[in-house]
């Protein structure tokens, strides 16, 4: 239960964060992608030294066989660049409905790949967190309309993005899980997944530039400007600093906050389920617009709550009740830890 609530806490922080990290990079939001991919990618690595320095990894750990990683890291650049590309052309109101599919493909994956069998309470719970969500975020801001007017392609394509997202925390549960039998009933150090599947995920995202960055409004010949001015803003130095301000103070706050989130998600995943993980995450969203209310530095006015939050809170917080009501004998159970 500690690991869950951990995780909603660095969610909603997660979001706000990036909320607040985007005020003074507001011109620079690619820059910001690219700091985080492949600067996890140099931080999970020098964990995972220490970690196998003092003996937590061990080298029977690192031999464990890497195509699995390769494939996590496809996974991701693939939900990044689809969810990118339909992001650009969805309204932010349409798009907290679809990533409602997110729960439903990690169910069905679940349901295919790892033989887990849900029961009636659990499919109930998870259907209302995905309407408490829905009724949370999307109310009175015309989201129906919004879906309409983007039309079925890109709605299409934001529900397979999220496809691509729920396969990558299934198949980082299936490599747990063939690593315990493998290891012979050792655990897999989470920073081995992390680090690798980072590794891979920026090696596609650099074959993947040309095509990033151009959706970001960024022409891929004005990329080296354009990372320069972004560096420029983000240590707050020079003449382009103008309006940067809150960096690189809050950029680099979004950067840790998103790392421990990262790191306790996949903790909640390895000792529970990808379907957990997904509820403990969702969890975070009311938490986070109610944040927004607040006044937050930088942001100034505060937001107004959605007409429906109250109702969709209540809702979803039945529905994660109503999920995690299961008996604990039962051995197709995926019961929050």
């Not at 939001?29 to 030294?49: C, M, N």
């Not at 052309?89 to 887990?116: D, K, N």
């Not at 493998?182 to 530039?209: E, H, P, R, T, Y």
């Not at 927004?292 to 917080?317: D, H, K, R």
């Amino acid at each position: 239960m500690l690991a869950a609530a951990v995780t909603v806490v660095m969610g909603a922080g997660n979001r706000v964060l990036y909320k607040l990290a985007l005020v003074p990079l507001k011109n620079y939001p690619f820059f910001l992608a690219q700091l985080a991919t492949f600067g996890y990618v140099i931080v999970y690595f020098s964990i995972l030294y220490m970690r196998y320095r003092a003996g937590i990894v061990t080298d029977e750990m690192l031999s464990v066989p890497k195509t699995p990683f390769l494939v996590v890291g496809l996974l991701e650049a693939l939900g990044a660049a689809t969810g990118m590309a339909a992001g650009a052309m969805l309204s932010g109101a349409s798009i907290p409905i679809l990533s409602q599919a997110f729960l439903v493909w990690q169910i069905l994956l679940s349901y295919i790949f790892l033989g887990r069998r849900y029961k009636v309470n659990q499919l109930v719970g998870c259907f209302l967190v995905a309407i408490g969500v829905i009724l949370t975020v999307a109310s009175g801001s015309g989201a129906g309309h919004s879906l309409k007017e983007a039309g079925i392609f890109w709605s299409l394509l934001m529900i397979v993005s999220f496809l691509f997202q729920a396969a990558d925390t299934v198949l980082k549960e299936v490599i747990f899980l063939d690593a315990t039998r493998k290891l012979k009933g050792g655990s897999l150090d989470m920073f081995v997944v992390n680090s690798f599947g980072s590794a891979f995920q920026a090696l596609f995202i650099c074959l993947l530039l040309p095509f990033l960055s151009k959706l970001w409004g960024v022409p891929f010949g004005q990329l080296p400007n354009y990372l320069k001015d972004g560096a420029a803003c983000f240590l707050n130095v020079g003449t382009l600093s103008r309006g940067c301000d809150g960096a690189p103070l809050l950029p680099l706050l979004f950067i840790i906050v998103n790392m421990g989130f990262n790191i306790s998600l996949l903790h909640l995943l390895k000792i529970s389920s990808a379907v957990v993980s997904c509820l403990a995450s969702t969890f975070s969203v009311p938490i986070a617009i109610y944040v927004f209310t607040l006044p937050l530095p930088y942001i100034g006015v505060a937001s107004s709550l959605p007409a429906g939050f109250v109702a969709g809170a209540i809702i979803l917080i039945i529905g994660l009740l109503i999920y995690a009501w299961t008996p604990s004998n039962s051995s197709s159970t995926a019961s929050i830890p």
